[in-house]
């Protein structure tokens, strides 16, 4: 690995060792999932003590570049994937895009009330009693990688089943199959959280850990809302890149 620790470098000695290894995976010469030099290893090469080694890895951990194996050793994280901000695509076709086998487990749907929050954003009247609210595991290559809560105000006598989710897989594609709904565009807003308990579990990841929160508000090709829905995306796994120009 370039570079070596300046020790007359205003920034601290930790944070130049995390920008060393952190540009040696950004460069490819660690692979994802590959193992980094042991703890000894570094020492020898940097000539830092233990604790500023340690620093460096928790701050890369916390980053998503590197992850622990209780027992087995740190190891490189595979690459975060990327979304456009001006990109309106379903989950599963993000997934494919990257190469990536899409999948779901279903948690919950059925019928509720909807809060203030779910009626203004699907624009309902006061007199709206229901709408229809799915809460999905979304996963690629069986790896779970957000929490999507999504509600719908179907027009009435027509629904969405269990059995008709799992058979299309994508929300997008029945909605324009069977509703006859194409998705054109969305207003959407992005912040950081953290993960509760229960969100921590079904991710596969530690409690208090980054999120990324997109609630998004999808219209029809008659500019109709058609959905209201919150994605829970992981830190680690997951940003979002913008093009700006002027």
Do not use: C
Request: aromatic residues 8%; glycine residues 6%; neutral net charge.
């Amino acid at each position: 690995m370039p570079e070596m620790i300046d020790p007359n470098d205003f920034l601290p000695r930790y944070y130049q060792l995390a920008n060393i290894l952190r540009e040696s995976i950004s460069n490819g010469r660690f692979e994802a999932y590959q193992p980094i030099p042991s703890e000894r290893q570094l020492e020898g090469l940097y000539s830092v003590s233990r604790t500023t080694i340690r620093q460096a890895i928790d701050l890369l951990i916390r980053q998503g570049f590197l992850y622990r194996e209780h027992g087995r050793g740190t190891f490189v994280s595979p690459q975060k994937l990327q979304k456009g901000i001006s990109e309106l695509t379903s989950f599963s076709e993000d997934m494919k895009q990257r190469g990536l086998r899409p999948g779901q487990k279903i948690l919950e749907i059925g019928y509720i009330e909807p809060s203030e929050q779910v009626r203004q954003h699907l624009e309902l009247p006061a007199t709206w009693k229901q709408v229809l609210r799915i809460e999905r595991l979304r996963l690629g290559d069986d790896v779970p990688m957000g929490l999507q809560t999504s509600y719908y105000a179907l027009p009435e006598g027509q629904t969405i089943t269990r059995e008709e989710l799992e058979e299309f897989g994508s929300v997008y594609k029945m909605l324009q199959e069977k509703f006859h709904l194409i998705p054109t565009e969305a207003d959407e807003t992005l912040e950081v959280t953290l993960a509760t308990p229960r969100e921590a579990a079904l991710l596969q990841i530690p409690s208090g850990s980054p999120l990324l929160l997109s609630e998004r508000t999808t219209y029809s090709q008659a500019r109709r809302v058609i959905e209201f829905v919150k994605i829970l995306y992981r830190g680690d796994r997951y940003r979002y890149i913008a093009k700006l120009t002027r």
